[in-house]
């Protein structure tokens, strides 16, 4: 990727639009705003196509015109990204629906999409001289991280609530990093973060690089058009922790129609999905709010369990800006969205994804999506990951090695004539 120069001209502040260099700074020096990496887009336009797009390599760095950073080789540390749009006709018709797609994200590296915003935050750490990784975590980053961190050489360190899945823990501990289990919530590990990141030389990849690792997350928009045949979708569902995915898949579908890589039309309607056991930018949007009150988190789905979202009021004005909306969903709805998309498509989906296809349901079940509609539902993380949610509903039979002992426990054979 010879060619590669990135299009990145600076850090912008979100709220006062100062801008500054591309550096390892995350609030902005005058109103203490976040940060967010802006591009020369007319450079983008002269140089990306589909064509271009189609001969890169078979990962998010096929997208690279559009990202602050890329390695020279492209196959090194671990590959993420280009992961199935399948087509899920049981699920919608399940739902009186006809044209559903669900992007299976937990065909990444670590199972999540977190491999997405990691690969950026270590390429553009790496590029700025760092040796340290580090990160807050509601567990699918903590994953992420650690095995990144392991493929490329850098020590790090991941830091997370005392009382995340077991699943998680283990699938971190095991790239050997340091892992440190945190007694508080997820935004009491953050805040520790924040006060370690201040005096440490460590790339912490959602404090200090948070504006590249935030960019990783457009490649999910960019794969899914591509995917379409360069088509956007009427509406897609994403899970909204701090909000930062949800904000970055629209911005990923602007970018299309800006660099002409799509036709100009409508944009997606967005639908941003939560748990009402942590539902901050769901009830602020409910109630019309400009600001997001903070929330105590207490859900099942604990990879969304974020009470104090960075990013909560862009995606507000997301969901406005494209006529969507954002929900919140119970636990029982939880299980049964896992259940649901587990029994039509095939996939095992962890919390995160339980949420998302419920909010899909209850959209469906009020009249909210028109049946023609093409929606996407970003399901986001593995089932493997938090087995606990559905471990109680699990059915077996448990039966002696003969025919009657099976005949006894299904029923009797049909005979075939
Ligand atoms: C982190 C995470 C999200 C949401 O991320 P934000 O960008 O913080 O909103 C969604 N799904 C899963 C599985 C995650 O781990
Ligand atoms: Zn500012």
Request: charged share 20%; glycine share 8%.
């Amino acid at each position: 990727m010879n060619d590669y120069v990135t299009a990145a001209t600076s850090l912008q502040c979100k709220e006062c639009d100062r801008v500054g260099e591309l550096t390892a700074a995350y609030v902005c020096d005058f109103c203490f705003g976040p940060l967010e990496v802006v591009y020369d887009t007319d450079r983008i336009a002269s140089v990306v196509s589909r064509e271009r797009i189609a001969a890169g390599p078979p990962s998010l760095w096929r997208y690279r015109d559009f990202l602050p950073c890329a390695p020279d080789d492209p196959a090194a540390g671990l590959p993420t990204g280009m992961t199935p749009l399948i087509r899920a006709p049981r699920l919608a018709a399940a739902l009186g629906l006809r044209d559903i797609w669900v992007k299976n994200d937990t065909a990444n590296p670590t199972h999540s999409f977190k491999d997405r915003v990691v690969s950026i935050a270590l390429q553009k750490a790496r590029e700025l001289g760092f040796t340290t990784t580090a990160c807050a975590s509601t567990g699918n980053l903590a994953n992420a991280v650690a095995a990144h961190s392991a493929a490329h050489g850098l020590e790090s360190y991941v830091f997370v609530p005392a009382d995340l899945e077991e699943q998680k823990i283990i699938a971190t501990a095991v790239y050997g990093t340091t892992l440190l289990a945190v007694g508080g919530n997820y935004d009491d590990v953050n805040r520790l973060c924040m006060e370690l990141a201040s005096d440490r030389p460590w790339a912490f990849v959602n404090v200090n690089v948070r504006p590249y690792y935030a960019e990783g997350s457009k490649t999910l928009a960019y794969e899914v058009a591509e995917q379409l045949e360069w088509t956007l979708p009427d509406r897609c569902i994403v899970p909204i922790a701090s909000g930062s995915l949800f904000t970055k898949i629209h911005r990923g579908f602007v970018d299309l129609v800006e660099t002409g890589l799509v036709a100009a039309g409508r944009q997606p309607v967005l639908n941003g999905a939560q748990a009402a056991g942590c539902g901050p930018v769901a009830a602020a949007f409910e109630a019309g709010l400009d600001f997001v009150p903070p929330v105590r988190p207490k859900t099942i789905a604990k990879s969304l369990a974020i009470g104090n979202p960075a990013d909560g009021v862009f995606a507000i004005e997301v969901a406005r800006a494209t006529g969507g909306r954002i929900d919140a969903v119970s636990e029982q709805e939880i299980v049964e969205g896992i259940e649901l998309l587990a029994q039509t498509t095939g996939i095992f989906t962890e919390t995160a994804g339980g949420v998302t296809v419920a909010v899909l349901m209850r959209l469906a079940q009020t009249g909210q999506i028109d049946p023609d509609e093409r929606v996407v539902l970003y399901i986001t993380g593995d089932g493997l990951k938090t087995l606990d949610a559905v471990a109680s509903r699990v059915e077996r039979h448990d039966i002696e090695p003969t025919v009657a002992s099976f005949e006894a426990a299904v029923g009797e054979a049909r005979i075939v004539a």
